[in-house]
């Protein structure tokens, strides 16, 4: 089963639209992670890399994915901000590979965190430490220590070591992340 019919399944989407923000540097991974979410037929294979936002609904609008790179120089801001407000779920990606923008990662997460439509909400954080097969990658136990994860308190949080272009490491993400938002949805 594709990652995109299990998390389907998991979350019972038929009934209420999911809406997952995919956010992290550019070059981390986001479009590569996305592609591989579709179902077969309309992967692409060939990935263009987000070049400041963009977004992807599959199946009947009902799984929305949006996606945005952080690294904008503030230009695309406004526009996260209106998909913080009501996103369900958070997926931050993380090129594990990518040593020397380990604190920019860190600086925008903590501004993320920071956002007045993040803050107070117990909406569940994803982490895919992606990239895990470069050879001097960083483990996601390291990459939990430099960006602090565990001083996230109020909110779900997982981490996986991932490798998008095989898909090793994404099933165990997402399996977690579809737990998590289902159950928050099914109380509202
Ligand atoms: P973005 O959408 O976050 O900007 P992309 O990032 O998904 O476009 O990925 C940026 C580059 O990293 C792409 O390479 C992509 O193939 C590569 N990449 C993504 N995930 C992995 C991974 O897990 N391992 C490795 N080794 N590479 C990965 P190109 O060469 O197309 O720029």
């Not at 590979?97 to 569940?124: C, G, Y």
């Not at 990239?131 to 390291?142: G, Y």
């Amino acid at each position: 089963m594709g990652f995109f019919s299990r998390l389907a399944q998991i979350l019972g989407i038929s009934k209420k639209e999911a809406k997952i923000l995919v956010i992290g540097l550019d070059n981390s991974g986001k479009t590569t992670i996305i592609d591989k979410l579709k179902p077969e037929e309309k992967r692409s294979g060939d990935v263009a890399p987000t070049v400041g936002f963009s977004v992807e609904r599959f199946k009947n609008k009902s799984l929305q994915f949006t996606a945005f790179d952080m690294s904008g120089q503030g230009r695309y801001r406004n526009i996260w901000e209106h998909y913080f407000k009501d996103c369900d779920g958070i997926i931050y990606v993380i090129d594990s590979s990518d040593k020397l923008r380990m604190t920019v990662a860190k600086d925008e997460l903590d501004q993320a965190l920071q956002n007045e439509d993040i803050k107070n909400r117990r909406i569940p954080i994803l982490f895919f430490a992606n990239k895990m097969d470069l050879r001097d990658s960083m483990s996601s136990v390291r990459c939990s220590l430099m960006l602090d994860l565990d001083s996230i308190r109020d909110k779900p949080w997982h981490i996986c070591a991932s490798n998008a272009l095989t898909g090793e490491g994404l099933h165990e993400g997402f399996e977690w992340i579809s737990d998590e938002i289902k159950s928050i949805l099914e109380t509202k």
